[in-house]
């Protein structure tokens, strides 16, 4: 058996005066490219069982953008633990999973989200795993296939990243 983790970073924010950063909501850029990336979820077939959203405004504003081009909904948790979290608290979120959910999307933040994947990546698409390691910009998202049978059973190294897809490098034909 496997299981496939999906590592979607918020979209582009915004920056408004006297706003918490919790309530940041996006941006221009990110209301445009949060379809984008769903788009490109629905077409390459990577729409996941479940789904762990922060519950930071920008996290909420990406996934509900990326969820309307699914073509099913997704059973969805807004957690607060994802926000600012660091990549010992994500992993513990990964390894509590139920284990009848095959593919898993956390929707989230970096440094946590670049970290986390780093740690988990062992293997893969040598071509994305140097673009993560480069940068992991708003928007990002790596899909990383681990042949486990259940989460708690995640280890470091033991991901194969599968690809890493960020809104600068769609072209119009992945939409």
Not at 27 to 52: K, N, T
Not at 146 to 165: M, P, Q, T, V
């Amino acid at each position: 058996m496997s299981r496939r983790l999906i590592l979607l970073r918020h979209a582009k924010s915004d920056w408004p005066d006297g706003i918490a950063d919790h309530e940041r909501p996006l941006g221009r850029r990110g209301l445009a490219d949060s379809p984008r990336i769903g788009a490109y979820i629905e077409s390459h077939g990577l729409i996941p069982d479940f789904a762990v959203v922060s519950t930071a405004r920008r996290t909420r504003e990406t996934w509900d953008l990326v969820e309307q081009e699914f073509s099913r909904s997704v059973p969805a948790r807004f957690d607060r633990r994802i926000y600012e979290a660091k990549p010992g608290a994500l992993l513990y979120l990964i390894r509590e999973t139920e284990p009848s959910v095959g593919s898993l999307m956390l929707v989230g933040h970096n440094p946590g989200f670049e970290d986390v994947a780093r740690f988990l990546i062992g293997s893969g698409n040598i071509e994305a795993r140097q673009l993560l390691s480069e940068k992991y910009p708003t928007g990002g998202l790596a899909v990383i296939d681990f042949a486990i049978n259940n989460w708690r059973d995640i280890e470091a190294h033991s991901g194969k990243l599968d690809r890493f897809i960020t809104p600068r490098n769609l072209s119009d034909d992945d939409d």
